[in-house]
Every structure is written in structure tokens, then in C-alpha cells.
């Protein structure tokens, strides 16, 4: 089976060592030939997980995506949400065709407020039923260090999902495996609106009580969003247990985690920086800021009461006072 990664950002790279640490031969896009050159030379990414090295012989780069997609069966995409439209430019359905697709990306794209299967769909005719998720509660950091991480992989078909999961089980990654391809994603982009908020509270120098309640009540809320897709688009993908990893577990890591760039963007906001200095200052993508603007345009056809988010979003879209806002939050928790 060959393998394609396209993405070389932190979690990309940490997807490459698990994938290239069980055997597997990739071809990897890696946008600039600048940093193909120096992974050539130096074995390691020059930009992010630097004490991660790779056996290069194993490693086939190109900056040309359309080589990447063309030579692999499997494509792990793992770039930002924002980024992947212009990232495929260039790839046709044709390219596309027949092929698998792991999607490891946690966001909406933010010009359609679409998750990547529906783009995926709408642009290229691509099948759900090739489609699949690489999700849950994990640190780029923690896997380069080799710290036990659980990943969730999910598809509509679950032998076919297994299939795949086999790909990435090693002594370091255990995984599991589920169905809810559309719960999961959902998840996995509304989780970083609530780190947004844990760090935003963090930031105004709440205590730990606080963050505690304040994330049962996220927990809580992104339930409710959760069953309210899965009623309103009739998928059947069994029983749905909330309290499993890549639902909860991803949720508490993001919101409590000094790894979470979505956390540590909101502690800047609570401290009063503005959103485009906390931007400058990360120099990295926060998916959460995208994503909550993007799913209140979403939930206006499921119409779920979504306090916390609305908050949120209140705050950094719309220019609201933090600490005012979440003094209206504290009347909303219980």
C-alpha cells in the first residue's frame, strides 16, 4: 500500500514518524523545496519536532502535489482547515479516484462551513465511503517522544476502518475504532472553540474550580450539539458513547493542556491582546478561531442553545469586553 502525507506542519511530522516507525515507505508534500533540501541533508524537519529524524531513504518529497497524490493509494491529509483548498489546488477528481483518504485535520474550512468530507464531496465526487478520520486527544510533541497516545480512527465501514488503524498501531500509538465519521469531526472542531474559552479564563486568572465547571458545561453542551447532527442527518452508526476519548478525552486535553495552541491563544485574549497581535505572536493557526465563527452559521439549521460558544464568539468576532462576557458566563454554569 502506498502511503501519501500531505502536510508538514507538527502533527503531519508526527504522523510520518508513526507511519515510517512501522515499516511503511511515504511519499511526502512538503511545500517548499528549500525544506525538502534541508530534510535531505539534516533528516529532520527544519521547522517543527527538530529532535524527530527520519530515515529519508524511506522518504520520497515533492513540493508538486499532484506527484504526491498520483504515487500514493492512502492520503493522510493533515494540514490546517484553511489551508486546504489552496493546498489541493491543481488536484482533480480523476487524481482522486479509487484512492483512500485519512483525514487528520480538525477544523471546518471557514469560506464554505464545510467539514473535509462534505468539501471533499462537493469538489471531487469523493465517496464517503473512502473517507476516514485520525482524531482524538494527542500532543505532536507527546508522539515524537514516543508517550503512549490513543488515536481514533472512524469510518462508515468498520472492517475497512480496522484496516486502516492497523497502519498506525505500535508500541507508542494504541487505536481505536468507530463510525461516527461526522460526530467525530464535529468534535474535533468544537473542542478547540471551548480551549479558546478555558484559555480565555485562564488568561482572566480564574482558578481551577472555575475551569472544572466551566469544561462539564462545555462537555455538556458539545453533547448536545453532537446529538442533535447525528438526529438531524439520520446517520446510524450504533451507540454513540460521548465519554470516550476522542469525544471528552480530546475535549479536556485541549482545554487543559500547555501544548494546546487554542488554549494558549485565548490566554492571550483574556490578557488583553488583541486577536491579530495573539496571531502574530503564535505565529501558528488556531483552529478554534475559524471554527467558532463557522459553526454559529452551522448550528442555524440544527438550532441548538449554545451558550458557551456564543460567548466566545461574541468576544473574538464581534469585539466583546472578556472579562464582562464571562461574567455572563459565570450565570450560566451550573
Known amino acids: 500500500m502506498r502511503i501519501g502525507i500531505i502536510g508538514s506542519g507538527s502533527w503531519a511530522t508526527a504522523i510520518a514518524k508513526i507511519v515510517t516507525d512501522n515499516g511503511h515507505a511515504i511519499h511526502w508534500w512538503v511545500r517548499q523545496q528549500t525544506n525538502i533540501d534541508y530534510f535531505n541533508k539534516r533528516h529532520h524537519n527544519p521547522h517543527y519536532l527538530r529532535n524527530t529524524y527520519f530515515d529519508v531513504a524511506n522518504i520520497q518529497f515533492s513540493e ?84 503512549l497516545t490513543y488515536l481514533t480512527f472512524s469510518g462508515v ?14 508500541d507508542y500509538i494504541n487505536t481505536i475504532v468507530n463510525t461516527d465519521v461526522v460526530g467525530v469531526q464535529y468534535a474535533g472542531v468544537v473542542k478547540n472553540i471551548y480551549a479558546l474559552g478555558a484559555g480565555i479564563a485562564h488568561g482572566l486568572e480564574y482558578g481551577d474550580n472555575f475551569l472544572s465547571v466551566f469544561i462539564a458545561n462545555a462537555a455538556r453542551e458539545m453533547q448536545d450539539l453532537l446529538k442533535a447532527i447525528l438526529q438531524n442527518e439520520a446517520r446510524n452508526c450504533g451507540t454513540v458513547n460521548y465519554n470516550s476519548s476522542v469525544y471528552l478525552g480530546d475535549l479536556l486535553v485541549t482545554c487543559y493542556s500547555l501544548h494546546s495552541r487554542n488554549r494558549t491563544f485565548g490566554n492571550m485574549i483574556g490578557k488583553g491582546y488583541s486577536v491579530r497581535a495573539a496571531e502574530l505572536e503564535m505565529n501558528m493557526v488556531a ?11 452551522i448550528n442555524e439549521t440544527h438550532g441548538v442553545n449554545l451558550p458557551i460558544i456564543t460567548a466566545i464568539y461574541k468576544i473574538l468576532w464581534e469585539g466583546a469586553n472578556p472579562q464582562e462576557t464571562f461574567k455572563e458566563v459565570e450565570q450560566i454554569l451550573v
Not at 289 to 295: H, L, M, Q, S
Open 64 to 147: 508538486n502535489i499532484q506527484q504526491i497524490v498520483e504515487a500514493s493509494d492512502v492520503l493522510i491529509i493533515a494540514i490546517p482547515s484553511i489551508h486546504i483548498e489552496t493546498s489541493l489546488d491543481g488536484v482533480t477528481a480523476a487524481m482522486l479516484k479509487g484512492k483512500k483518504i485519512i483525514s487528520a485535520v480538525k477544523g471546518v474550512l471557514p469560506k464554505h462551513n464545510l467539514l473535509m468530507h462534505e468539501f471533499l464531496a462537493a469538489k471531487y465526487q469523493f465517496p464517503i465511503a473512502q473517507y476516514f478520520t485520525l482524531l482524538g486527544p494527542s500532543h505532536a510533541e507527546e508522539v515524537a517522544a514516543e508517550q
Open 157 to 170: 465501514n468498520e472492517l475497512e476502518t480496522s484496516q486502516i488503524a492497523t497502519l498506525f498501531a505500535s
Open 287 to 297: 483552529e478554534g478561531y475559524n471554527a467558532c465563527k463557522c459553526v454559529m452559521a
